[in-house]
C-alpha cells in the first residue's frame, strides 16, 4: 500500500497527481488524512476525503510513504507526532519514502537527509540538515525521493512509480498520460 498523507492546506496537485499515477500503475494508493477527519481541505479549500485517517494505517502494510507540500499542510503533517515517528522509521528501514514542494523539511528534520542528495521548494533548504541540496526537479537518492514543487507533480509521480514497479513501467503511465 502507498500512502500520501494529507493535512488542511495540502497542495492538491502534488498529492492528487501522484495518486493519479500510481493508481494507474495498479498499486492500491491511499489518501490518508491526519486530521482525524476523512474530509481535508487544500491550500486553496478544495474539500477532499480520505480514504483513512492516520489510526487506521498499518506501518507493516506500506510500501512508500508520500508527502505533499503546501502551506500550512507541510507543516501541519510535521506537528503530528504519530505521523513523524512513522516516517522517521519507514525511511530508516530503508523503505521508499518521498517529499515535494515544502514537505521535504521534514524528511530533513527528522534527519533523514543526511549525506543524502535532495532537493525542496526555494527558502525550505536551510531545513534539509545535512543534504547535498541540488537544484533539480526531482531527486531521488536511493530510497528517498524529493521534489522542488507543483510544477514537477507529474515527474514526481512518475519517478514514485519507476521506484516501486520500475523505470520501464514509469514509461508506459508516461506515455499513456502522454508525458513523454
Not at 512513522?86 to 527528522?110: D, N
Amino acid at each position: 500500500m502507498v500512502c500520501i498523507f494529507l493535512a488542511d492546506g495540502f497542495e492538491m496537485i502534488e498529492a492528487l497527481t501522484p495518486c493519479d499515477l500510481l493508481r494507474r500503475a495498479g498499486l492500491d494508493v491511499r489518501l490518508v488524512s491526519v486530521s482525524g477527519a476523512p474530509v481535508v481541505r487544500s491550500s486553496h479549500r478544495v474539500a477532499v476525503t480520505a480514504d483513512m485517517t492516520l489510526d487506521a494505517v498499518d506501518p507493516a502494510k506500506v510500501e512508500m510513504m508520500l508527502l505533499p507540500g503546501g502551506m500550512p499542510g507541510a507543516e501541519h503533517l510535521y506537528e503530528n507526532t504519530a505521523l513523524r515517528e512513522m516516517v522517521k522509521r519507514h525511511a530508516e528501514r530503508g523503505l521508499p519514502t518521498a517529499a515535494i514542494c515544502a514537505a521535504p523539511f521534514i524528511l530533513g528534520r527528522l534527519g533523514l537527509l543526511r549525506g543524502r542528495k535532495a532537493t525542496c521548494y526555494p527558502g525550505f533548504e536551510k531545513d534539509l540538515a545535512g543534504a547535498f541540496v541540488t537544484p533539480g526537479g526531482v531527486v531521488r537518492d536511493g530510497n528517498l525521493l524529493t521534489a522542488r514543487g507543483m510544477g514537477v507533480s507529474l515527474p514526481f509521480g512518475l519517478a514514485a512509480v519507476a521506484m516501486l514497479l520500475g523505470e520501464e513501467k514509469a514509461r508506459t503511465i508516461a506515455a499513456s498520460v502522454m508525458a513523454e
